[in-house]
């Protein structure tokens, strides 16, 4: 693959996929309505399948992705 055969990929990625990403991070309705929907529907998977308390299970789902968004912003601001 030289480098004009990665020129198309190139412009794609930030013509398309950065803007695209971009707006996933920015904390829009659009971006937390599916964190949400994922949310509620692992809690009830837990609370059906496994018979644990809803509200139980929604704060440890919670609690275990705060856990997992803080050491991935500590990673992000460490790197760079």
Known sequence: MTATDSAPAQAFLLQ????AMT??????????APMAFELVGLAWIRWRFFNTRFLYSFASIAVGGAIIA???????GAAG
Do not use: E, F, H, K
């Open 16 to 19: 398309r996929l950065q803007p």
């Open 70 to 76: 803080g050491i991935s912003a500590a990673l992000g």
């Open 23 to 32: 707006g996933l991070i920015d904390g829009s309705p659009s971006t937390l």
